[in-house]
């Protein structure tokens, strides 16, 4: 009795093992987009930190992705039980704040002369030959600044994942979300590692080794500028796709048009979504960046007033 009730125990876990496996698979194919964009930003939010800082900043910025997910997870699973209505509403919420920030970024880049753009370059010049302090102030700063992207896009990881296992009983749900939260946090913080240091192992090679390797080397040091770069604007682009990808998902009248567009598209079925993502991304993050600023004169007049 003891024997096939052993049996039958490892049998069940064996069934949920398989089960977990699976979905997991299928999860993480499903977030492979958002695993991209999340490794375009997070590169991205890196850039300006001192050299031999990088990796410091990398490694706070995982750990508080890891905390991101550590508060997601158990959420996920407790609106999944008790409020699984609510889901769309916190991931609009959550687009629409990436609209705004990657609009805010344009609008900074764009509304503003060269002269100022210079000055804020020669700011962000002189703060890190400054003190310890101001190094530390801006290196907080930067890793806030990581974080609270991160979680907007590890809640999309995550309520995606959550989509992909809302049918399965709940030790499921606890082993594919877990599982994934995981994985993407090693895999993009890893990634981010090895692209901030690619300068740092060009040089190393460079200096090193036959003259392949050395020319592999200096290839590699004209290729890391460019390289940031690339990925500074895909993490902008990033911001609208995404974030207008889950308002478009999550309003009726907007998908039906993105699905409409999609077929009037024909064979280019999969480049009319993206670019009506992009665009109600661009039209949110426009009315959002409006909305605050009108916020903030209000009140700062509210303010005047008062202490008049």
């Known amino acids: 009795m003891a024997a096939s009730s052993l049996l039958a125990l490892i049998d069940d876990i064996a069934t949920i093992l398989d089960d977990v496996a699976l979905l997991a698979k299928v999860a993480a194919k499903k977030t492979t987009g958002v695993l991209g964009d999340d490794l375009a930003l997070n590169a991205q939010q890196v850039a300006g930190v001192a050299a031999e800082r990088e990796l410091p900043v990398v490694w706070a ?5 890891m ?9 996920a699973l407790a609106i999944s039980a008790w409020a ?10 959550g687009g629409a704040f990436l609209c705004f920030e990657g609009f805010e970024k344009l609008a900074h880049k764009f509304l503003h002369s060269k002269d ?4 804020d370059h020669q700011a962000l010049s002189a703060a890190a030959l400054a003190p310890e302090q101001d190094l530390v102030a ?10 609270r992207t991160d979680f907007i896009l590890s809640a999309e990881i995550i309520a995606i994942t959550l989509g992909t296992v809302a049918q399965s009983p709940f030790m499921t749900q606890l082993l594919v979300l877990s599982g994934i939260a995981v994985a993407m946090t090693v895999g993009v913080y890893g990634l981010v590692a090895g692209i901030v240091k690619l300068d740092d192992a060009g040089l190393y090679l460079s200096q090193r080794g036959g003259a392949a390797t050395q020319a592999l080397g200096r290839g590699l040091l004209a290729a890391a500028p ?5 990925l500074a604007l895909a993490g902008t682009v990033a911001m609208f796709l995404v974030g207008g990808g889950i308002l478009s998902h999550g309003l009726p009248a907007l998908h039906h048009l993105s699905e409409s567009l999609a077929i009037a598209m024909g064979s280019l079925s999969w480049l009319g979504p ?12 426009a009315l959002c960046l409006a909305a605050h600023s009108a916020f903030v004169r209000l009140k700062a007049r509210l303010g005047g007033q008062t202490l008049a």
Do not use: C, H, Q, Y
């Open 67 to 75: 905390l991101n997910k550590a508060i997601l997870v158990p959420a």
């Open 116 to 119: 100022e753009l210079a000055a």
């Open 84 to 93: 699984p209505w609510a889901v769309t509403p916190l991931l609009m919420l």
């Open 274 to 285: 993206v670019l009506f993502d992009g665009a109600v991304g661009l039209v949110a993050g």
């Open 138 to 147: 801006f290196e907080r700063d930067k890793i806030k600044g990581a974080i």
């Open 61 to 65: 910025v995982a750990k508080g992705s």
């Open 226 to 230: 460019w390289l940031m770069k690339a």
